[in-house]
């Protein structure tokens, strides 16, 4: 448990530290005062050199090395996050360093071939840096919004590993509810001895058309939430079911239809936080591995450009 809640508190730091908010204005400043620094430095090279910037010269191999290195750099984070445990500085700061330092590189990488793509492998190493910088950037404003809207449209958010146990329970409620009205939903004779006061208030008729719109509307719904084309997937129709359900059927079971609206509510709520899940983490697919192709088509153009 403890190893647990640690590593859910380092991915908590670490979508903390690409949160754009006030603590990343140091990160902001150093990073574009190292860009200037190196931008001025570039022209001096620039201007001075008769053939243009080279990857090969002095210059191009040291703006190269130092991209490389704040490559690297970017890509330990995801070694950060293996072993949480690893007291190498705070999580939040690794990340707020790859967010920044990692854009960075991007500039001193552009400085190393003199803004040329010279070579297929250079084409592609310099397409997937594009890519895999706009990602990166498009994670922190997935991380820097979503968390509210999750806030105000899930404000029943549960631990997203447990959603599949808290569906199972809002159907055996769903069931219990069912059951209190109808009897067994297997579509026995109830047992009025069985104690249960509906069973006494509503005729066998009401609880038979129950049962039917229990089984025919609400169970599958609550079996399947995220069934395509299912009724009550969409939370203005299902008010508009329910709402129905309520003239259809006698009084003494509103309070009971009630409940269930409810249930299917949280439903809603577990439907939307997967979604917005989703969203949080789906950029991933993305950013991860090219981040990885990034690295390995980098150092696979650096030992050739040493050797050749």
Not at 14 to 28: E, F, H, T, V, Y
Not at 69 to 89: E, H, I, S, T
Request: charged share 20%.
């Amino acid at each position: 448990m403890a190893q647990g809640a640690g590593a859910d508190g380092s991915q908590e730091a670490l979508a903390s530290g690409m949160r754009i908010d006030g603590k990343q204005r140091p990160w902001m400043i150093a990073t574009i005062a190292l860009a200037l620094a190196s931008t001025i430095a570039y022209i001096v090279y620039a201007v001075r050199s008769p053939d243009g910037p080279r990857g090969g010269s002095a210059m191009g191999l040291a703006f190269g090395a130092a991209g490389y290195a704040l490559m690297l750099y970017a890509g330990l984070l995801g070694a950060r996050k293996k072993v949480p445990v690893w007291r190498l500085g705070r999580a939040q700061t690794w990340m707020r360093g790859h967010l920044w330092l990692g854009s960075l590189s991007l500039l001193l990488i552009l400085f190393h071939g003199g803004f040329a793509f010279r070579g297929p492998l250079t084409l592609v190493l310099m397409m997937l840096f594009f890519i895999v910088i706009a990602s990166g950037w498009l994670g922190a404003a997935i991380q820097h919004y979503v968390p509210s809207l999750m806030t105000t449209r899930v404000p029943m958010e549960t631990i997203y590993e447990e959603i599949p146990h808290v569906r199972a329970q809002l159907r055996e409620e769903g069931d219990q509810l069912a059951v209190a009205i109808c009897g067994p939903l297997s579509g026995e004779i109830p047992d009025e001895s069985a104690g249960a006061v509906t069973l006494v208030e509503i005729e066998q008729e009401d609880r038979m058309r129950f049962r039917e719109i229990y089984l025919r509307k609400v169970r599958p719904f609550l079996e399947d939430p995220e069934a395509p084309n299912a009724e009550l997937s969409d939370p203005r129709r299902a008010a508009e079911v329910f709402e129905s359900f309520r003239r259809l059927l006698v009084a003494p079971v509103h309070g009971v239809l009630d409940d269930l609206e409810n249930i299917c509510e949280e439903e809603h709520q577990l439907s939307r936080q997967i979604h917005i899940y989703r969203w949080l983490h789906g950029w991933l697919l993305v950013h991860v591995p090219l981040s990885i192709a990034l690295l390995v088509f980098g150092g696979v153009h650096a030992v050739m450009a040493l050797r050749y």
